[in-house]
């Protein structure tokens, strides 16, 4: 019965508060505060650079972007975090929308190029990444399509897969219906979901199909198989950068300072490691992203930034999803 | 006729009032304290409306289309499917180790408990891993592809075999309270067992029955990891899609809304089935513990029965990652971390267990003993909490706290909070349930006898239903154990915990090195569990 043990209880309740008490204790109050879509084995070796460089410690509270977005929106002004490192432009955007971040200097806008950067200045580009198809050892070379529209194509039903959800393939498809228009956009979906794409939940279940050999090819981001390929070099899973319609447009993972924040000089000098020479080497070697500062090597094996037509879009209109989602809705594709 | 049944029966012919705050009128602190945790428990709710009146138009477009009432009749149907095969599975396994003299009883009824640890997504990956069409069972009956798992079939299997113990827990609960007298009686004037089970066994387990039913169907409502795996389109997946297109706040609010209406329904039904019975013993005396029924050659498919039910919802997830686990031990293990994070683990899941079940008497009580529109207003809030998908309740926390508590924000304290509102009435159902199967008058005497309330909930009330209240807690730390979405956003900074540590290894991908925070979760669970199944089990 529960009172007959009393002792024991009180011990157990006794250790529960001290518990409570111990990890209750608050934060000092001179480092920063981020809130990160980028995952941590990725993040913490940046993040120790700058610590190193600067002396200042940086907390960082990792999440889902937009989950992380949808937060700092309902804090609005009293937010804890002085930086929002997200994985995607649309997240950004959200928080931007609100009139939560500070306009960034122009020292620092001035080093990534503009179509990787908010129009107002409210967020910089730190890595890109590219759509690419991801294929399986059952493809051949010779017959993968040059586009992504060609997958409407009778000889790949049922054998493609896609992440619907994922932030990327809505902001590929957002550009599809700024540059080549709402009929074709639409047409595609409609194509696409007619030739029994297969979806799945995000990119790394799609790799992990072709992999496994359930589906033969997958849109997707390059990155996600340069990172299986690190881990297993005889990763059973190839990329190929389709070179028309778009089919390699370059996305972005940002950072933003809030406007909220207690230590602007901080926050901002972090902003200035993430794009330094140093830090952009480091993304660039360990998980394969195109660095987005001049003069930075990017991965040997990935097709270099220049020769991927860069379509001539605002990339934060990308983050005007609504009108994606809805033809997403309409023709089934989500 | 109980004072529930009277209440409810005169509520109809009374003056207004009397209907709104009951025949009874409840003790005034008894009548405070609900109201602290009705409101608290309605905190999610409170935050969808005032998300909504930020945009009412956009919201009731966001929600007026054929697709959301296509969502809902695939998430209800999902969710009626789950809930009666969770019935069916929960029902013969309840008696077999409560009532049965089956071999080892008491390690069943822990080992059919655990697979509620395993996150669903975590276990709705490890069936596509296993069962998928080119998963680890087609390697070993050599075939080259299996038929396709994905959709309703895979959302149906996942979800049926990790809530199932939500009904078990309830239910053995029950049965261990039940008189036995009356079956005996029963069995005296010559019924054949049958017919003992179905006209008096069954009727006094339905309350046990409901209340985990409900649990179930609201768990299958508002689940996201198993139905986003298995590639199932439910009604909370286009909550998330919402929030993932980052305008989606209104929107995701206005779905919100949506699913605490189904739920309100939902619960409504129940409370016709729940209807006002008599459920306790009237008869002087001591309730014996009932004699074991010898299951004789019955026993083989018996135990075969659990082993089934066992192998499929414990067994083979747990292979799945122990294999997984062996392959990552050789690259080395950090053990520091994962001690940290299964203590964090376990801190918050206790806290929130003893709070969650704390708050549940209160509520227990009051709707029990004092049923009234009021105190129906107060249990029902609870239940939005939990038909929520995590995401919500996690910013409806940021919401208020960042507004009205802001030195409290993400520190474990609100962390507490967040998993106890969530979770209530997962604590409320197993206690109610039990308080109706403890006689009004004994409380009643004890009053007469000059103890005052407190004493009486202390002394006579407490201890009466506490296989209850240790179900109820025990069913909130094993949810709190493998809650994600409220730990990654309120929890301090650097407060990892099992869960969130195979949150960060998935979310890349690397399911291989999520399987031993996994596992470890399982580790945590299993005592407590152990040392609740021997309340379920008859004296030997």
Redesign the interface.
Known sequence: MLFRRRPAALVALAALLAGLAACGSSDDENGLTMYSGRIAPILSPAVKQYETASGVDVKTRYGDSPALAATLTEEGKNSPADLFFAQDAGSLDAVEKKGLLLKLPADILARVPAHFRSKTGAWVGVTGRSRVIAYGEKVKRSELPDSPLKLTDKKWKGRVGWAPRNASLQGYITALRLVEGEDVAKRWLEGMVANDVQAFDSNIPVRDAIAKGEIDLGLINHYYVAEAQAENPDYPVKVHFPPKDLGSLVNTAGIAVLASTGHKQEALGFVRQMLSGQTQRYFADSSKEYPLVAGVQAPKELTPLADIPAPNIDLAKLGDLQGTLRLMRETGAL | MDAAAAGRALGRRLPPAARVFGVRRPPLALLGLSLVVGLAAALPALYLVFAVLDDAGGALDAVLTG?TVGLITRSLGLAAAVTAAAIAIAVPLAWLTVRSDLPGRRIWATLLTLPLVIPSYIGAYLFVSAL???GALAGLLGVE?LPSIYGFTGAFLVLTLFTYPLVLIPLRGALQRMDPSLEEAARVMGRSPRDVFRSVVLPQLAPAIGAGGVLVALYALSDFGAV??M?FNSFTRDI??A?????G?TEAAALGMVLVIVMLVLFAVYARVRAARALHRVTPGVQRPAQPVRLGAWRWPALAFCGAVAASALVLPVGMLLYWATKQISSGLELGVLAANG??SL?AA??AA?SASLAAIVVALLSVRYPSVLTRIVERAGYAGYALPG?VV??AL??FT??VA??L?????VL?FALAIHYLPLAVSPIGASLMQVPPRLEEAARGLGRSPLAVL?TIT??LV?SG??GGAALVFLHALKEL?AT??LA????DTLA?DVW?QT???FYEASAIPALLLLLIAAPPLYLLSAKGSVAS
């Open positions: 697709r998928g069409p080119r592809e986003s795996i590639r998330y899609i929030y993932e297109s980052g305008f706040r203590w964090h801190l206790a806290a003893l995401i996690a910013l940021v919401f960042t507004r802001l030195p924000y993400q520190t474990l304290g507490v202390r407490t201890p506490a209240v240790l979405p990654l956003l301090p900074i650097g407060f969130t960060h979310s890349f991908g």
